[in-house]
């Protein structure tokens, strides 16, 4: 995708493409249009990752409080968005048997009692038996560290959805 | 609803609840839950008025593009969320004639074209010929005030949309 096809864009169509980058979060995208001229994607990540640090704490909470749970409620129903569906899938959290479905319930549950947020890992980048053990390991984080730790997931995710709309963009018109 | 009730939701529920209050916003519902617990539904309502006006220029301009036209494509085809379909309903813009809807069309795209963003009105508060005189009317401020203005209707809608949800579940118990 090239960089000027971006700029070019409305601000209705660009919160369309990259209204999910951050799950669930279209107000992101929709800020950072004000920003354009993009020089490149990084560019727009660097925005993103700015708008990101710049919340109070309690809106990089708000942020993470957007997130489905892994191997949760939504996989379950079917009502999570295309991309966290994707994620999820590749890390393995659909082909869980039910010992390890429970499992992730009680992580999840401990977690989120603990935090008052839900546990987010970029899943893209682990697969299922990280993601347990990162899981219990960052349960004995303090909450502003986690919160922290957190948000640098929230960028990875990001990082690697950006760079899927540009490839599928590629892909479609080749 | 009894205040105890709302603060001994989970974010979950809370973010399903009240997630809307903002237009497809639900970063700001989910980032207020972290000062719980809250006094009373104006409580509520001063923690979303903080935040919103704790965002830069940009995030603030986010949320106005996080907004639908009035009378325009997501009407149409009938993917407005629930309370813009409603609200939209009562301001008489589901019973516009074609050269209404024309006119709407053109006043829309000249203040997008003017402010990088949709004419964001309470439209619960406002009828159709008002809605059409503000839009000319507010055409002619500078960036600045106009953004200023326009968040100004977001609270007035948000403060509607709060009530509305308490009124709703005090309806469904009686």
New interface residues.
Partial sequence: MDINVVNAL???DF?KLFGNVVE????????????RPFKDLADIEAHITE?IL??????K???L??HPDLAGRDLQSGTLTRESQEEQSQAGMTTLDSAEVLQMYRLNSEY?ERF??PFVICARLNKKADIVGQLSERLKNDRAVERERAIEEVKKICRLRLRNIVLSDIQTKL
Same sequence: chains 1, 2.
């Fill in positions: 409305t601000y209705e919160v669930k979060c279209p107000l992101i995208s929709a800020a950072i249009w004000s920003h708008f710049s919340l109070p704490d309690s809106g909470e708000g942020i409080r957007c989120k008052g947020f």
